[in-house]
């Protein structure tokens, strides 16, 4: 367990600081999907995402987080559809696991106060030591109470946060396949979400009902199952 923590720390950190493309995350997402202790890997992850928008780097511009998240609700919906799949891996917690790292992509991009209030921090100096002289520290990266809160509070933040990342550029020039993004999963077959991820994701499409692509009435309609 601590060898691919730590193997998962090096990545994401090298990614962080744009020394990796962002695309690197996907097939260690996929892997880490079925790993059953996550909440360490969960904190590193949600610090990555906050990191790459602080780095200036062209690997961690707006452009790449905005296609690289595109791709990610791609991969998401068709996991849930069924179009593709991943071994040995129940599909209910799967997309519980995508979900939130769609939500603390969101989270970590849309603004600067939702991150600083979850404690995440500009320095990975910290983290290192921890990581390679895990001996020096009682709290290891993640386990900390506070980073078992944040991580937990990513999906409470979410609607909000969406709403807030939506009204900038260049992210507001994809409001329309966010919002059909969000009812194509509301969606899904019932053995592919759980009850709190349907939950999340239609308190998340509502927080967008104020759009204006949200009041086309071929988008209401089917937001409210009409």
């Known amino acids: 367990q601590n060898n691919i923590e730590k193997a998962t ?28 202790q996550k909440e360490n890997i969960l904190w590193m992850l949600l610090h990555t995402f906050y990191h790459t928008r602080i780095v200036s780097h062209e690997n961690t511009g707006v452009l790449k987080r905005m296609d690289w998240l595109l791709d990610l609700m791609g991969h998401i919906r068709s996991l ?7 071994q040995n891996v129940d599909l209910k917690e799967c997309i519980d696991f995508f979900l939130w790292l769609f939500a603390a992509s969101v989270v970590a991009w849309a603004d600067h106060g939702a991150p600083l209030l979850l404690g995440l921090s500009a ?7 921890q990581m390679i002289l895990p001996e020096l ?27 807030l990342l939506l009204t900038k550029e260049p992210w507001k020039e994809q409001t329309q396949k966010f919002i059909d993004w969000l009812i194509n999963m509301m969606e899904s ?18 927080a967008l009902r104020s759009l204006v692509e949200f009041k086309k009435k071929a988008v209401w309609t089917r937001a409210y199952g009409w």
Not at 9 to 16: A, D, G, H, P
Not at 80 to 86: N, Q, T
Not at 138 to 155: M, R, Y
Request: hydrophobic share 40%.
């Open 9 to 36: 720390f090096v990545k994401v950190y090298l990614i962080s600081q744009g020394r990796l493309p962002l695309e690197n995350l996907n097939a260690m997402i996929d892997t880490v999907a079925g790993y059953h």
């Open 80 to 86: 849930a559809h069924k179009s593709v799949s991943l």
């Open 123 to 129: 320095n990975w100096s910290t983290w290192k030591q």
């Open 137 to 163: 520290s009682e709290d290891l990266v993640g386990k900390h109470p506070t980073n078992k809160f944040a991580v937990q509070e990513i999906l409470t933040l979410l609607p909000s946060s969406i709403s």
């Open 189 to 206: 077959p019932k053995e592919a979400l759980s009850e709190s991820s349907t939950d999340l994701l239609k308190v998340t499409l509502l």
